[in-house]
């Protein structure tokens, strides 16, 4: 994956992520992980590969195919088992005392 789908890639884990953004000041409202909705992604775009390979290998070189088919497939049931882990991250540089204008809850990102 690091060679071939994401070169010169890094994915820090939660803990360094939070440790230098409060290093930076920043403070952390919100953790969210993403990993149940990365496993469904992936498995779907996986399928919708499969469903055109014929259309594809004509787009793409043989090794790049199996590469991809084998990232999706490969990561959806990494994602699903919870070998791999994605999360988002909210914080907010605060300027001033004070609460921040922040909503309450996330549902906000939902509409």
């Known amino acids: 994956m690091e060679k071939f789908v994401f070169p010169h890639t890094e994915l820090p884990h939660l803990h360094t992520i939070i440790?230098?953004?409060a290093a930076q000041n920043f403070e952390v409202y919100d953790v969210e992980s993403l990993r149940p909705?990365?496993?469904?992604?992936?498995?779907?775009?996986?399928?919708?590969?499969?469903?055109t390979l014929s259309?594809?290998?004509?787009?793409?070189?043989?090794?790049?195919?199996r590469v991809w088919r084998t990232y999706l497939a490969g990561s959806s049931l990494a994602f699903s088992q919870g070998w791999l882990?994605?999360?988002?991250?909210i914080a907010t540089g605060q300027e001033a005392n004070g609460l921040t204008e922040l909503p309450l809850t996330r549902a906000w990102m939902y509409r």
């Open 19 to 21: 440790r230098e953004m």
């Open 55 to 65: 259309a594809a290998q004509m787009m793409v070189r043989d090794r790049t195919l």
């Open 85 to 89: 882990n994605v999360y988002q991250v």
């Open 37 to 51: 909705h990365y496993a469904r992604t992936l498995a779907h775009w996986s399928r919708r590969l499969e469903g």
